[in-house]
């Protein structure tokens, strides 16, 4: 797909006044010229058009959960959170624009996130509106996102173990991957199986694309990752590659991506539509396979 349209969207549906406070204006504008890959609105639209929504409203929820997830990164480079630096390459907003500034900037993405979502959503049947909301609810509220945060910041206190990151990538990573996948399909009236399956599927990529990220800061530079690097080891976080060790989590990752083959397999066969998800997938296993070489490098280092 032509990502440049996304990267319009992203820019374009978050309309700020003339009158707007320039520190918050500066904030807004320094998140919104550096996007990121923009892979969940993509990831939306077409999980949209497969199942009957129009362009406009799969767009308008694309970028809505993709504004949910910005407001989340801005609040988790926080000093009182991760206390990070940079991010894609570039300082983090609190760094150039202030605490208090990110903090509303994380809010305006929030705030404009629901709107889009409800006029995203306006033209389902009433049932359909009212589940849609439901699951957004819970995997953005106390049952998902927020309780995976504060588990996150609390980890120093928890056993570190597999069984807890997991618990804490359930909520942080795991809601907005089920968001990306289910949500869309929800909306436009997939079948119960159909429902499960995707669930399933996005459990399965959710906890994958987790242990790429905690092997990436544990074994790439901040070159490498663009962001701040070696940040869970220093401030006690959750990390499968500390908690089991850089093999084993290897080792779980391939497990993680054949089982979401295997879910991934039998929708396509129930929904043919569906089928561009196997791109995703590709670009899962070739993000593994490069912190898979990673992890033998640094294997070889250490003997």
Request: hydrophobic fraction near 45%; aromatic fraction near 6%.
């Amino acid at each position: 797909m032509n990502t440049q349209i996304f990267k319009d969207a992203y820019a374009a549906y978050l309309p700020m006044p003339t009158q707007l406070d320039p520190h918050l204006q500066g904030a807004l504008h320094h998140v919104l010229k550096n996007p990121g890959n923009l892979i969940r609105p993509q990831i939306v639209f077409q999980m949209a058009a497969a199942y009957g929504m129009s362009e406009d409203s799969g767009m308008e929820l694309g970028i809505a959960l993709e504004y949910f997830h910005t407001a989340s990164l801005l609040f988790d480079d926080l000093p009182c959170m991760d206390h990070a630096t940079e991010r894609r390459g570039t300082a983090c907003v609190h760094v150039g624009y202030g605490e208090s500034s990110a903090i509303l900037a994380a809010l305006a993405f929030i705030n404009r996130a629901y709107a889009l979502t409800w006029r995203a959503i306006s033209a389902a049947p009433p049932e359909r509106r009212r589940s849609a909301l439901a699951y957004l609810e819970h995997h953005l509220g106390v049952g998902g996102l927020l309780n995976g945060q504060s588990l996150d910041l609390n980890y120093a206190t928890l056993p570190h173990t597999r069984q807890t990151t997991d618990q804490i990538a359930m909520g942080k990573t795991v809601s907005l991957i089920r968001l990306a996948i289910v949500l869309p399909a929800l909306i436009g009236g997939a079948s119960e199986g159909e429902l499960r399956l995707f669930d399933r599927v996005a459990l399965f990529w959710g906890l994958s694309y987790q242990v790429l990220d905690d092997l990436k800061d544990t074994l790439q530079s901040a070159a490498e990752t663009g962001k701040t690097p070696s940040r869970d080891s220093a401030l006690d976080r959750p990390n499968i590659a500390l908690a089991i060790g850089v093999p084993s989590a290897v080792t779980r990752l391939r497990r993680l991506i054949t089982l979401g083959d295997k879910m991934l397999r039998r929708l396509v066969g129930l929904q043919p539509e569906i089928a561009f998800l196997e791109k995703l997938r590709s670009n899962l296993l070739r993000e593994a396979a490069l912190v898979d070489q990673n992890s033998c490098t640094a294997r070889g280092a250490v003997a």
